[in-house]
């Protein structure tokens, strides 16, 4: 009688290469590390460069035994393939402390070095969230690690085609000095994605930078741009016209209430722009900006806006309403906007009928979420324009704010609206709505 176990060895010792990889592929370093002792034939398979292409570290303030293994584990890993690594990603969770900082620098300078040296082609690299301004970044450990980075990014510079830097928040000179070791050794930097929201400092006015704008003119090849609004000017405007207008698709942009974002950009830049770009889409995220006549000097007819966020996060204003961005600015975009996100309390103004209205009036409006006081009748009526192919809508999220903390009543009513419609979720919708009382 064949014995099951010497057949399934055979298997596993006959499986070709290419599957192999692709089983190790899903493995954790801790199972690969234990996957190359079983066999030579395994120990070389997982010393396939196709295995070692991406890599993730993350970084904790106070990390457990465990999570100190792991890192450890990651770091050896990274190096001792780093000849093959082409995306990187730096993960750094809060909180922070000044010791935390200090080992950080002191294992990233060892790392970026020994990559260097291995001469690693890396051509994406994320490093989140570093929020240099931040007491616990000593001055001299943030000096030594940002030279290091910038250090780094120059030597990565000719083949780096991915930078994602979002929340840095480095002084204006260090995040120019990051930025500037992208094109030092060709006077261009080719980078087609390049994330810098919320790279600078709280409260400066990047807009009116020279340094800034000498800095931008340098990328050449943009594909899709992340940035601040406190970047945003006529300058940087042109500057991307002239240099990216042939490649330029998206563009990112986050306007936050803390950061300065009351400079006028014209129309006619934007104009100037969208034409030479033809391509072009524009994405705007607010947070705590809701106010129209902010958002007005921001939401020019000009731009080829493709999605609005409006957040009013943890910001309260007695004197704001939604009612004329709703009816007025947004409306501006109908023959383009897409995807409409909502999040705010409104409990003193009623914004059913508005909001329905905008989903008609926007014709290709696909993604609708929606956190805020409503009634669930409202629900009702939208799931009603679309199935008579009213609006375009495939993506529907809402979150009914309600006043009272019982909301069976309102859970009852939903509940029921559904059913009528499940036909219509089920078959082409991806359909989320709740109740939730409001605070």
Request: aromatic residues 10%.
């Amino acid at each position: 009688m064949e014995d099951n176990s010497d057949h399934e060895q055979s298997f596993w010792a006959h499986l070709p290469d290419v599957c192999l990889r692709n089983i190790f592929r899903w493995l954790d370093d801790k199972d690969r590390s234990q996957a190359a002792l079983v066999c030579v034939k395994w120990s070389q398979v997982m010393c396939s460069g196709s295995l070692w292409r991406c890599r993730t570290l993350m970084f904790y303030s106070h990390p457990s035994r465990t999570q100190v293994s792991e890192l450890q584990r990651a770091l050896f890993y990274t190096k001792k393939f780093g000849r093959y690594l082409k995306h990187l990603e730096i993960k750094v969770p809060n909180p922070y402390s000044t010791a935390f900082t200090q080992r950080f620098q002191m294992v990233m300078r060892d790392l970026l070095s020994h990559l260097g040296k291995c001469e690693a082609h890396l051509v994406s690299l994320g490093i989140q969230h570093l929020e240099l301004e931040r007491y616990f970044w000593r001055s001299m450990v943030k000096a030594q690690f940002i030279q290091h980075l910038a250090s780094f990014l120059k030597k990565m510079s000719k083949h780096l085609d991915c930078l994602n830097l979002k929340g840095a928040r480095a002084a204006l000179d260090d995040g120019c000095e990051l930025l500037n070791s992208l094109s030092r050794l060709t006077k261009q930097s080719f980078v087609s994605k390049l994330n810098i929201e919320d790279f600078f400092s709280l409260h400066l006015h990047i807009y009116r930078s020279t340094s800034f704008h000498q800095t931008m003119s340098c990328f050449h090849s943009l594909v899709i741009l992340s940035l601040s609004y406190n970047c945003l000017s006529d300058e940087l405007l042109d500057i991307l016209r002239e240099n990216s207008a042939h490649s330029l698709s998206t563009l990112n942009i986050k306007c936050h209430i803390h950061d300065p974002h009351d400079q006028v950009v014209s129309g006619m830049s934007w104009a100037n722009l969208a034409k030479s770009a033809p391509k072009l889409t524009v994405n705007f995220f607010f947070e705590g900006v809701l106010k129209h006549d902010h958002l007005a000097r921001i939401l020019l007819v000009d731009i080829p806006v493709s999605s609005i966020s409006l957040r009013s996060c943890y910001f309260s204003d007695p004197e704001w309403i939604m009612r004329p961005t709703l009816t007025i600015l947004i409306p501006a975009y109908h023959c383009m906007l897409q995807k409409l996100t909502l999040e705010f309390n409104n409990d003193h103004e009623l914004l059913d009928e508005e909001l329905l209205q905008l989903t008609l009036a926007c014709k290709k409006l696909s993604y609708l979420k929606v956190w805020a006081y409503l009634s669930v009748t409202f629900m009702e009526r939208l799931l009603q324009n679309r199935a008579e192919g009213k609006c375009a809508l495939t993506t529907i999220k809402v979150k009914i704010y309600t006043a009272q903390q019982d909301t069976t009543e309102e859970d009852q009513l939903l509940y029921a609206i559904y059913k009528r419609f499940k036909y219509l979720i089920d078959s082409e919708l991806n359909y989320f709505a709740t109740t939730c009382p409001g605070e």
